[in-house]
């Protein structure tokens, strides 16, 4: 099975930073990874899909890029409605697999 | 407008069994792939199940032999079958579709979610 690993597994920030998350898999996926927000009690959101592309409806301030095994999800200015927990996954082979997640914390 | 609306969860002894359904509209559940995502109080997301447009399914080896997913197409809903439940298995348990734009579909990419039913296996 891929494993998926995040970096970091959680951070502080303010509104209007830069914020950066990074994701490895433990072998070459390609550009099979996906990103996804998840707010507490609810369900997760498909914000970016094959590393790059943003879902219909997403803000442009999220952005994804890398390719093989490191991949970046990249929130150009923090928003309060920003703070959440971000995963990522790989949909490159089955079993799909989930990186641990990265919470974003407002400081 | 996609909708995916999941039922059936609740509190179980362990070695019991239990259906979640997934009913769905705004898509046809033959024609897409589907699966199952669990994630267990405050960790991370797990994928269970797929079953492909063709019928083909696959299941993560934590539960392999033990559920079963299938679908109705006369009803538009989804089925998770789960049987000898252990307390690993306590979980919110999420129906999702696969993505497809256009003429590509991505079966691994989950762009619509239900919004969960929670299983718990306690005694």
């Known amino acids: 099975d891929i494993q998926m690993t995040q970096s970091p597994s959680s951070l502080s920030a303010s509104v209007g930073d830069r914020v950066t998350i990074a994701c490895r898999a433990s072998e070459t996926i390609s550009t099979s990874l996906d990103w996804y927000q998840q707010k507490p009690g609810k369900a997760p959101n498909l914000l970016i899909f094959a590393a790059s592309n943003l879902q219909t409806g997403v803000p442009s301030r999220f952005s994804g890029s890398g390719s093989g095994t490191d991949f970046t999800l990249t929130i150009s200015s923090l928003q309060p409605e920003d703070f959440a927990t971000y995963y990522c996954?790989?949909?490159?082979?089955?079993?799909?697999?989930f990186g641990p997640g990265t919470r974003v914390n407002i400081k | 407008e996609v909708q995916m609306v999941e039922s059936g969860g609740g509190l179980i002894q362990p070695g019991g069994s239990l259906r979640l359904s997934c009913a769905a509209s705004?898509?046809?559940?033959?024609?897409?792939?589907l699966s199952w995502v669990r994630q267990a109080p405050g960790k991370a997301l797990e994928w269970v199940s797929i079953?492909?447009?063709?019928?083909?399914?696959y299941y993560a080896d934590s539960v392999k032999g033990r559920f079963t997913i299938s679908r109705d197409h006369s009803k538009n809903t989804l089925y998770l079958q789960m049987n000898s439940l252990r307390a690993e298995d306590t979980a919110v348990y999420y129906c999702?579709?696969?993505?497809?734009?256009?003429?590509?579909?991505?079966?691994?990419?989950?762009?619509?979610w239900g919004q969960g039913t929670l299983v718990t296996v306690s005694s």
């Open positions: 079953i492909f447009p063709a019928g083909g399914t």
């Open positions: 705004g898509f046809t559940v033959n024609n897409n792939s």
């Open positions: 999702v579709k696969g993505y497809c734009s256009g003429h590509r579909c991505y079966s691994g990419t989950f762009d619509s």
């Open positions: 996954q790989q949909s490159y082979s089955i079993p799909f697999t």
